[in-house]
């Protein structure tokens, strides 16, 4: 059965420095989605793509996060500064109709 | 507004015993609702969804409008169980909004 990928599956940066999360969709899947859970809380929406842009964001998802779909394969998910609070488990998805499809998600830590 | 809400944190039970997570929704219209698991490290996966009615791993679960709910049950609960469930609901933008999580601990 075909699966989201994510790479990597753990990431530790420095405070301020950009991170590049990558993700695999599902092949035939048109819509995409970003995650993220900090640790011990529920699983939060932070973005979601279709036809080459974003289709909704939560308040979450400011100006320091961009998503992109560069050669139509990959899905990547950008943090152009990372602060301390961004550490979390950052979980892509994809969808022909419903449900969602999950990777197995980056953690992602701050220090 | 659209909300899921899972009132417990942790569900503890013994090997054999019922199991019962509870999912309460809000949302005007009619609900697609999913339950996802995730167990330790690992991707969250679909287990049920309201629509196809079906038993996945013994569990069930059924749409009840009346009272806003979305419970999930198992008659005998197995040690494998113990992960973490997530109810879910599809929103009319086309995301997942989820619910706070539910930690199912079956104990021998």
């Known amino acids: 059965e075909p699966e989201v990928t994510q790479t990597p599956s753990h990431q530790v940066t420095q405070m301020g420095q950009e991170v590049i999360l990558r993700c695999v969709p599902i092949s035939n899947h048109l819509y995409f989605y970003w995650y993220r859970q900090i640790l011990g809380q529920k699983v939060e929406f932070l973005v979601s793509f279709y036809n080459n842009e974003i289709s909704e964001k939560s308040e979450i998802f400011d100006d320091q996060f961009s998503v992109e779909r560069p050669d139509g394969s990959n899905f990547t998910l950008k943090i152009r500064s990372t602060k301390l609070e961004d550490s979390a488990m950052y979980f892509c998805a994809s969808r022909y109709n419903s449900p969602l499809h999950f990777g197995n998600g980056t953690r992602l830590t701050v220090t | 507004a659209q909300r899921v809400t899972q009132p417990e944190k942790l569900l503890s039970v013994f090997k054999g015993a019922p199991v019962e997570l509870k999912c309460n929704y809000s949302?005007?219209?009619?609900?697609?609702l999913f339950w996802y698991v995730q167990y330790s490290r690992q991707r969250l996966q679909l287990l049920l969804r309201h629509i196809s009615r079906e038993s996945i791993k013994g569990f069930t679960a059924d749409l009840n409008k009346g009272e806003t709910s979305f419970h999930l049950k198992k008659p005998f609960a197995q040690e494998e169980d113990s992960a973490m469930y997530y109810c879910?609901?599809?929103?009319?933008?086309?995301?997942?909004?989820f619910g706070q999580g539910t930690t199912l601990q079956v104990k021998p």
């Open positions: 949302y005007s219209g009619s609900p697609e």
């Open positions: 879910a609901l599809f929103s009319n933008t086309g995301k997942l909004i």
